[in-house]
């Protein structure tokens, strides 16, 4: 099993609203990542959790909030997001940190109204 | 700051010639360069990558040189196929477990 899985597929929130993504690994692995892409950008890195504990926050703005319940799951908090937020969030894992193999999951299409 | 460029922005092939992407970076620290393909609608997925300790990797149709000195690394398709039509990005890493992407690159193969 070499797969991310992110849920959901699709979101679209209002701007008041409070909503959570979700991914999960079942490959062992102890790196996990919070990626943010725009379209026809790269993706740009805001969270990396290195075993469990949170171990780089590119400056994200705090109506983001990560959250790593244990080594399969990873979350996104969102709540009073903005329109500029709008994006594909993609979440990455990686056998160890510093830089080894990441596998991607699909993403989840954020749209805030 | 690490900073990546990725050339050429757009690239049109025949099915069947070859591609060649290039990257440049600019912190001598960086030691890991991997590439990702993204097609419409999916993550991007990791193709090949290469380390600092190594000056060319392959596998099958796909190879990837590296010139530490320079700081250049380039990916290399042969005998495209319409299926290798997606955006393909380069990375730069360091021991910092951080990936600095490039700009992407659109690969079009027309049959």
């Known amino acids: 099993d070499t797969e991310v899985t992110q849920t959901p597929k699709h979101l679209v929130m209002g701007m008041t609203n409070k909503k959570s993504l979700k991914c999960e690994q079942h490959m062992g692995h102890r790196a996990m990542y919070w990626y943010k892409q725009k379209a026809k950008k790269p993706p740009e890195l805001m969270f990396v959790y290195s075993y469990e504990k949170l171990s780089i926050n590119e400056s994200v703005p705090s109506r983001f909030s990560p959250e790593c319940p244990n080594s399969s799951l990873l979350n996104l908090h969102l709540h009073a997001l903005q329109p500029e937020d709008s994006a594909l969030y993609l979440c990455a894992s990686s056998q160890e940190p510093l830089n080894t193999e990441a596998f991607f999951g699909q993403g989840t299409r954020l749209t805030v109204v | 700051g690490e900073n990546v460029e990725q050339h050429p922005s757009t690239l049109s092939v025949q099915e069947g010639d070859s591609a060649v992407i290039k990257c440049t970076y600019s912190d001598s620290a960086s030691n890991y360069f991997p590439w990702y393909k993204q097609e419409l609608g999916k993550g991007p997925q990791l193709i090949i990558d290469?380390?600092?300790?190594?000056g060319e990797k392959k596998d099958q149709r796909i190879a990837v040189t590296l010139n530490k000195t320079a700081k250049h690394f380039s990916l290399h398709i042969t005998e495209t196929q319409p299926e290798d039509s997606a955006v393909y990005f380069c990375a730069a890493g360091d021991n910092t477990d951080k990936l600095i992407f490039g700009t992407g690159t659109r690969l079009q193969v027309f049959p």
């Open positions: 290469i380390r600092s300790n190594v």
